[in-house]
């Protein structure tokens, strides 16, 4: 190649280059301006590029994926979203040992002491049983609360493990105590003997609904509910022990300044506030608790302008919502 050329057009033609220019030749400028056809900017109205909030953008996105997913998955048998492959030992289905005969809507599956498996859901993901747990199948029909639920269970006992690549809501997981609603994630399910549910999110977000209070867990986060009783805050697994018997005075709605106080003062990082945010929406918290609760999530982050600061110290959901956006650990 003769590179004067490349730089030179007077120079003497090197043969490949000007092959490649009579390749592109149909592609080349033709001296219209390409903003010619672009609508002009009126006087007193100058161009502005408007800066759209992240959130803003995972919504669209979020909403996009699950029109789409809900397109594709609309129509399906329930009755032929199933499929189950025993990873050690056996499992039964209605007290029967599972011979690859077919699920249905309504039909129990149970893990013995040394068996696993897996429960395939449509292309949407998989549930793992482990050892010694029931899990039934739900027609999510019969769920008024599901909102939009097309794959339910029910987790009688034992632990599951839960991946699923999905709209939200789409598939949820029941138990005594509450839902597990998938926001499209990974996580993990525990029914204990006493009835305990036990919940902690390993990647993605989950929603975790009782009938009188509803939590918001990302990832790395977990949470304990029993029936007929509000779940707990939501807190970061790796120090649960450590913040559990803080909470638990003022998830009981203790008025005592001082456990308000140990608590605070061990919330030293803004990973903290997803448990104080979760705190000020509690049902139980004491009123007199809702302004130092409110005044410290300010200090790490500002609600947004166009939320009252009164809704916020009433514990509003919607206000609650908006204001959960700005922080690091939401969406």
Known sequence: MKEPYLWDP?????????????ALEPYRWKGKELHSELPPVGPGRPAVRRRL????????????????????????????????AVL??????????????GLGLGQRIRSEARSRARLDILDIGSVVLEPETSLRLENPEGWKESQGAQHMLYLEQGRISATIFAPPRLFQVATTAGRAVDLGCMYTAEVDAEGWTVLEVVSGWVAFEAPEWQLLLPFGAGTKARPGELPQVPVWTREADHFRPLLAPLEAGDADPAALHALLEACDHQRHS???????????LAK???????????????PPEEVSWQACLQGEAAALSVWMAEFSWAF
């Open 53 to 84: 909030h992240p959130a803003t953008w995972a919504a669209a996105l979020l909403f996009i994926v699950s029109v789409w997913s809900l397109t594709a998955l609309r129509g399906r048998n329930n009755l032929q979203d199933y499929s189950l």
């Open 10 to 22: 007077n120079q003497e033609a090197d043969p490949e280059i000007e092959a490649l220019e009579k």
């Open 274 to 284: 997803l448990m104080l945010w979760h705190l000020l929406g509690h049902p139980k």
């Open 288 to 302: 007199a608790h809702r302004q130092p609760v409110a005044e410290r999530l300010r200090q790490w982050q500002e």
């Open 88 to 101: 050690s030992g056996t499992v039964e289905v209605d007290g029967k040992i599972w011979q690859d005969n």
